[in-house]
């Protein structure tokens, strides 16, 4: 298949409604349980600001087959970095890799956005998404049992996530002037703290040499 993903236009936002609405009867992909109408998203598209929070769209055969956004995850300013992804798929255009597509051209964005961390909230039913997730980096790191109401479906969601290869990169590695058994120096600006430790370090010490001593061996 030929798939163009490109910023979603106002003249989209029916196609992309459609698309999430045909997920709901399945309580697999999403909480909603009733349908939402274009007018319901019209506050959820403006908000998707290209240069922040992008929205795309899959384009096969001239027709929208697929959706992706990077929403706000939590609306506080120390997490700008971190973003929330959801994707839907035209369910007649499943397992022909647009999700994946559509994946792979969020992350490869994500550090133009300044994006660092990107977060999936997933039903543990659908085993799709999961599969598909963790097959492009996601990482488990969170289990939300019972926290839905959804007939006929698993109430247990799953928390993933997906850092930035930038960020992982440009981690601080830990001071090699700070070794095992000795204090930092910021236990060392402490120091009542300081010489408490040092104590327990040497009576340690002493406790370890009489337990290895000839006198303690096994007969």
């Known amino acids: 298949m030929n798939l163009d993903i490109r910023p979603a ?9 459609a698309i999430y609405n045909a997920s709901i009867p399945g309580h697999q992909a999403t909480a909603d349980l009733a349908p939402v109408s274009v007018a319901d998203r019209e506050s959820w598209f403006a908000a998707h600001e290209p240069t922040r929070h992008p929205l795309w769209v899959g384009v096969a ?3 929208v087959v697929g959706w992706i956004s990077l929403s706000t995850f ?18 007649m255009k499943h397992r022909q890799g647009v999700g994946r ?3 792979r051209h969020a992350l490869a964005a994500a550090p133009t956005l300044g994006i660092r961390t990107i977060l999936a909230v997933v039903s543990a039913h659908n085993e799709a998404s999961l599969a598909l ?16 109401m959804c007939p006929k479906a698993d109430a247990t969601w799953c928390s993933l ?12 590695r830990r001071s090699p002037s700070t070794s095992p058994g000795r204090p930092s120096g910021r236990t060392q600006n402490h120091p ?7 104590r327990e ?17 096994p007969s």
């Open 61 to 63: 055969d001239e027709r």
């Open 161 to 172: 996530g997906w850092r930035c290869p930038m960020v992982l990169r440009d981690r601080p």
């Open 9 to 17: 236009e106002r003249a989209d936002l029916p196609a992309i409604v």
């Open 201 to 217: 370090s040497a009576a340690f010490k002493r406790c370890a040499a009489r337990i290895c001593s000839p006198a303690h061996e």
């Open 101 to 103: 597509s559509l994946l």
């Open 192 to 198: 009542w703290l300081y010489g408490k430790l040092v």
């Open 133 to 148: 997730l963790e097959s492009e980096g996601f990482t488990r790191w969170g289990h939300l049992p019972g926290v839905t």
């Open 74 to 91: 939590y609306a506080r300013e120390a997490w700008n970095p971190t973003v929330e992804v959801s994707f839907y798929v035209d369910p």
